[in-house]
């Protein structure tokens, strides 16, 4: 059972470049989440998506976008990135009628 | 006011100890209550879900819910070492909105 995968687990990565976070579920959940957690702040999602081929944007969705082509993949793009955006970025899912959701290992991404 | 508050801590018990997490939020909407554990490094596991007001038990967890008093507790007894952990309380209004609003975790230490 492997739930929610994610890669890759951690990344450093040059500031003004493009860089995309993967992940994917295998539990059929029709709704996905991105999140960043940072020290003393908290977790804080970044976009979402309900269901296949809708997204939504979450607190911080500035310099991130995201794309929900099937049901099992929600990848997280960073256009241009800068060191704010350095990171550890949880993917969750939850299924249609319940909020409780399941997250992956996380990517720790360094932006210098 | 923030719509929900977590004391940070750090929490630090002996072990055996009885241990009493806490959060407080202000949107009466909420109705879906849950409690994550996320170890050092690690993606947030769920732990327990609670709909509404009232107790749940799962072994040695025990989550209340007081609704009128906006207020949500983590009960953890005979606290072991492996219990040492973040623990996040979330919540939301479910419905069509699947959005989780996160405490932003107290840190617990259990000293063998």
């Known amino acids: 059972i492997a739930g929610i995968t994610q890669a890759p687990t951690s990344q450093i990565l040059a500031a003004g470049r493009r860089m995309t976070l993967r992940c994917t579920q295998d539990m059929r959940h029709n709704a996905m989440y991105w999140y960043r957690q940072d020290l003393g702040l908290g977790l804080r999602l970044i976009h979402y998506s309900n269901t296949a081929g809708t997204t939504g944007k979450g607190e911080v969705p500035d310099g991130y976008s995201v794309s929900r082509a099937n049901t099992d993949d929600f990848p997280l793009t960073l256009a241009s990135a800068v060191p704010s955006q350095t990171s550890v970025y949880f993917c969750?899912?939850?299924?249609?009628?319940?909020?409780?959701?399941?997250f992956g290992p996380g990517t720790r991404l360094t932006v210098l | 006011q923030k719509e929900v508050e977590q004391d940070p801590g750090p929490l630090s018990v002996p072990e055996g100890a009885i241990v009493s997490l806490n959060c407080t939020y202000s949107?009466?909407?909420?109705?879906?209550f849950m409690w994550y554990r996320q170890y050092s490094r690690k993606g947030p596991e769920l732990l327990m879900y609670t709909y509404s007001s009232g107790n749940k038990e799962d072994g040695r967890f025990t989550a209340q819910v007081d609704k009128s008093s906006k207020y949500i507790s983590l009960f953890i007894r005979d606290s072991q070492p492996s219990d040492s952990a973040t623990y996040l309380c979330?919540?939301?209004?479910?419905?069509?909105?699947?959005?989780?609003?996160f405490g932003k975790g107290t840190l617990l230490t259990v000293n063998p």
């Open positions: 949107n009466s909407a909420f109705q879906y």
């Open positions: 969750a899912s939850s299924d249609v009628e319940g909020t409780q959701q399941f």
């Open positions: 979330a919540m939301s209004s479910g419905g069509s909105n699947y959005k989780l609003t």
